[in-house]
């Protein structure tokens, strides 16, 4: 059973357009993270959410946003997409009880940009 | 701030023989946590295996073994009658404990050959 969903798992988009990219999660968890990979890299953290909390990696660019409603959702909005930006876009959560949880990935969203 | 280095970018091993990828860490904290993903072509990240730093000894999940010299900052992966199924990219990543945010390594290819 699929536990962290994201979609689409393919979102082609021109450059400028604005694109959303979103996550849910089955697992109740706390944290929720959203992660760049480009090809054959190590993922990058972009930012992520204790419960509410919004935590913004410092090398994060403006051009790139995040919601989460609830719990379970999680969105990334990519405000005007430039070609740089084309990547795997991983999202993955962690529970809080304690240290040392592992993290569950979701499988992606790739982003071509035209 | 803390660094995940992985030497190896690609490493290639025999179908039923043994294979170790290395991984270096560098941190200023006694209390934290070390983690081996795998990544499969188009497929999602999965946990292979975790350390707790507080542990000498090391973890085993069965065909996967560690071995944590933590004076040395040293975390390697030893993969053992090594299948098919374990050609993937290989990611060594590290945590503070209670802390939210995973450091990853650049990664290592590994390419099982029949």
């Known amino acids: 059973d699929a536990m962290v969903i994201q979609n689409p798992r393919y979102q082609v988009t021109q450059f400028g357009k604005p694109v959303t990219l979103s996550c849910s999660q089955t697992?109740?968890?706390?944290?929720m993270y959203w992660y760049q990979q480009k090809s054959s890299q190590a993922p990058k953290l972009l930012f992520h959410?204790?419960?509410?909390?919004?935590?913004n990696e410092a090398d994060t660019p403006d051009n790139f946003q995040s919601r989460r409603p609830n719990t379970s959702f999680c969105f990334l909005d990519i405000r005007s997409p430039g070609l740089g930006d084309a990547a795997m876009y991983l999202c993955?959560?962690?529970?809080?009880?304690?240290?040392?949880?592992?993290?569950?990935f979701g499988e992606g969203s790739r982003l071509t940009v035209l | 701030a803390q660094t995940v280095t992985q030497s190896q970018p690609e490493m290639s091993v025999q179908e039923a023989e043994t294979v170790t990828l290395s991984c270096t860490y560098d941190?200023?904290?006694?209390?934290?946590?070390l983690f081996w993903y795998k990544q499969p072509p188009s497929r999602q990240m999965i946990l292979v295996i975790r350390?707790?730093?507080?542990?000498?000894q090391n973890a085993t999940e069965n065909r996967f073994s560690v071995n944590f010299q933590k004076a040395a900052k040293s975390f390697s992966l030893k993969i053992s009658d090594s299948q098919l199924g374990d050609a993937a990219m290989y990611f060594c990543?590290?945590?503070?404990?209670?802390?939210?945010?995973?450091?990853f390594g650049p990664g290592t290819r590994l390419s099982v050959l029949p």
């Open positions: 993955a959560t962690s529970g809080s009880s304690g240290g040392g949880l592992e993290l569950f």
């Open positions: 697992l109740n968890h706390n944290v």
């Open positions: 959410y204790y419960d509410k909390d919004f935590n």
């Open positions: 941190t200023s904290e006694s209390d934290y946590y």
């Open positions: 350390q707790e730093a507080y542990k000498q």
């Open positions: 990543a590290y945590s503070v404990n209670y802390g939210q945010n995973f450091v």
